[in-house]
């Protein structure tokens, strides 16, 4: 190891000569061998950086940290495409993940990972601040730092320059959920088309999203216990440009068990009795997948309504009809909607947040606080109703008091 200056050569008697690079290019070359036996060497303006770059390289290989500076080369584009290879994900994931990717590789794409300086992030970041939404370069900001790290685990490059702390995105915007009232469910429900009212009160009873509603089948219903169990969900793909469907786990490949109502109980059983279940058979986990049946709840003549479909000429319509737009924030005005009533009425009702991201389907109840967790009692709340029933116990033979009160004041 050593550092060559690089403007100057020895003479004969070991006097220094200006060489054929004097004055051009940067003056001070580090110089060392790879853990491989390969020369390596890198240039610099000042001595001092020389040296310092030949100490931080002398540290990492005694630490067997040292990284080939040429491995950065590759291009982000080439490795974050090896990287999307190596990712098993269902058909509709890998969708939105190839999304995703395209926006990191209309920007940076053909950077080397080695220039993917902080610098270089910023300034992406700040292009795609003026076109997307904040919870959308969330998203593909996370992605880009899952490649990067996937990068340093692989001894491409030494760090993430994503985790610099002066590379952000965006906060994103946080909205607080308003669910609908017990009448807007109502309204819908009696707006949609019948065969459908059932399917809105049982959504609303059991919070489930579109797909595990339409993928709901008769063998998931215990009536004796009063517990629906998700199993599946129709899943929408597309495939060479045209729509299809398979049955899937539920979202995160996670089965759950919801209790259901007396009440939600009835109404699915007259459901049932007006429209029995119907057979319906689709590949299971991907269009090519093993054909797997079974006797759906909730369909369109005999087949499950592509979302899509099911959208457009169902639910839409039943908005108009109860007098509420179509348009707004999509937790607003889509079916998720129904799925947002439930965990109200359940945090309302007393139910913890642990049981409530258990109906739901979350891995964390942590997420399901921050996004509900306003809609929990507050303390003010849970004390007036502690009082109106102690009160109403020890008032309950006491006469009004109206009309005394009034006397004593006079006199």
Avoid at 20 to 48: C, E, I, M, V
Avoid at 100 to 125: C, E, F, H, K, M
Avoid at 257 to 275: C, F, K, R, T, Y
Wanted: proline share 6%; aromatic share 6%.
């Amino acid at each position: 190891m050593d550092v060559d200056d690089t403007w100057y050569r020895k003479g004969p008697d070991g006097e220094l000569i200006p060489s054929a690079r004097n004055g051009t290019g940067l003056r001070w070359q580090a110089r060392w061998r790879d853990p491989s036996g390969h020369q390596r060497k890198k240039s610099f303006a000042r001595k001092g950086d020389a040296d310092k770059h030949l100490a931080a390289v002398m540290t990492a290989m005694n630490r067997g940290a040292y990284i080939d500076p040429a491995a950065g080369r590759i291009l982000l584009r080439v490795y974050a495409v090896q990287w999307l290879g190596s990712h098993t994900a269902d058909p509709s994931s890998r969708l939105a993940m190839q999304t995703s990717l395209n926006r990191i590789l209309d920007g940076l794409g053909d950077y080397q990972l080695a220039r993917l300086q902080p610098t270089v992030i910023r300034g992406w970041l700040g292009d795609l601040s003026k076109r997307l939404a904040a919870s959308t370069i969330q998203t593909t900001f996370g992605m880009l730092s899952s490649i990067l790290s996937a990068a340093v685990d692989d001894e491409l490059i030494v760090r993430n320059p994503c985790r610099s702390r002066s590379v952000s995105p965006p906060a994103r915007e946080q909205q607080k959920i308003v669910p609908w009232t017990a009448g807007q469910v109502a309204a819908v429900a009696t707006a949609i088309d019948p065969p459908w009212g059932a399917a809105v009160l049982t959504a609303a009873a059991l919070g489930l999203r579109l797909g595990e509603l339409l993928g709901l089948a008769a063998e998931d219903v215990d009536w004796l216990r009063r517990t629906v169990h998700v199993r599946r969900q129709v899943k929408q793909l597309r495939r060479d440009g045209r729509l299809a469907q398979c049955f899937a786990l539920p979202k995160r490949q996670k089965t759950r068990d919801i209790p259901m109502s007396a009440l939600a109980s009835e109404i699915l059983a007259g459901h049932v009795a007006a429209h029995p279940p119907a057979a319906v058979t689709l590949p299971w986990g991907d269009v090519d997948g093993k054909p797997a049946t079974a006797r759906l709840l909730f369909t369109r003549g005999s087949q499950s309504p592509h979302r899509q479909v099911f959208y457009e000429r169902i639910w839409k319509p039943a908005l108009t009809g109860a007098g509420m737009t179509a348009s707004g924030p999509q937790d607003k005005v889509s079916p998720h909607a129904l799925r947002h009533y439930a965990a109200s009425s359940w945090l309302a009702g007393g139910a913890n947040i642990r049981d409530v991201a258990e109906y739901l389907g979350h891995d964390d109840p942590g997420f399901t606080l921050r996004v509900y967790g306003h809609m929990m009692p507050s303390a003010a709340d849970r004390l007036r109703s502690a009082m109106d029933a102690a009160l109403a116990d020890c008032a309950a033979d006491v006469p009004p008091q109206g009309a005394g009160v009034q006397k004593r004041q006079v006199n």
